[in-house]
């Protein structure tokens, strides 16, 4: 299994709340993802990144930003939750020369 | 724009038998990538196949093919001899155009499957 870890697995919080989700990876992959998952969308692409300090947007960015200070951590965050935000969080990690993603187990979090 | 269909909300299928699940998919640069996932009910994704535009044959990984169909722009997900394990919720993506290097990810809405002794 790749070595992904997505903290915290669940996390409840109050709109308005900054939060910040972290991806720690142990493959030394350049290529890191997140995504959302909402019932009938899949998953939507927020941010991306090759290598440290190298993010762009994805298709539903707005609200968010992400860091990456380091190789093996991509951090999200939520500058100031809303209830929208509510979803399922998946990290991913790509290597050069793999098409595949492979993903984190996910973070559930619930903005109240 | 690029767009990916999974028509089936649900589908069921007896244990051994086959199934088949639905992908369309919509886009104009001739170079892409085409992915199916497997959801199961603890959550994580797990990678099952994957088919690149310009390969000749279709693919296949154990239990699992894809019926590639370009003129079609389907790519169908074929599960032979179903176990009771394979339910789960699948999803089919593809690599965006404008992904270059990055392998950008859509996905469809997925297909719940679901396997009867």
């Known amino acids: 299994d790749a070595g992904i870890t997505q903290s915290p697995r669940h996390k409840v919080t109050e709109t308005g709340t900054p939060v910040t989700l972290r991806c720690h990876q142990t493959e030394n992959h350049r290529y890191m993802y997140w995504y959302r998952q909402d019932p009938g969308h899949g998953l939507r692409l927020i941010h991306y990144?090759?290598?440290?300090?190298?993010?762009d947007k994805g298709e539903v960015s707005d609200g968010y930003s992400v860091s990456r200070s380091k190789t093996e951590d991509f951090l999200l965050t939520l500058e100031s939750a809303t209830s929208s935000q509510t979803s399922v969080y998946f990290c991913?990690?790509?290597?050069?020369?793999?098409?595949?993603?492979?993903f984190g187990s996910g973070t559930q979090l619930s903005v109240l | 724009a690029q767009k990916i269909t999974q028509t089936q909300p649900g589908m069921f299928v007896q244990e051994k038998e086959a199934v088949t699940l639905d992908c369309t998919y919509d886009t104009s640069d001739p170079s892409y990538g085409l992915f199916w996932y497997k959801q199961p009910s603890s959550g994580e994704m797990i990678f099952l196949i994957y088919?690149?535009?310009?390969?000749?044959q279709n693919a296949t990984e154990g239990r699992y093919s894809l019926n590639f169909q370009k003129a079609r722009k389907s790519a169908n997900l074929v599960i032979s001899a179903s176990q009771l394990g394979d339910s789960a919720m699948y999803f089919c993506?593809?690599?965006?155009?404008?992904?270059?290097?990055?392998?950008?990810?859509?996905f469809g809405a997925g297909t719940r499957l679901a396997v009867h002794p």
């Open positions: 991913a990690i790509r290597e050069d020369t793999d098409e595949k993603l492979f």
């Open positions: 088919q690149g535009s310009y390969d000749q």
């Open positions: 990144s090759y290598g440290v300090k190298d993010t």
């Open positions: 993506a593809m690599r965006e155009a404008s992904s270059g290097g990055y392998n950008k990810l859509i």
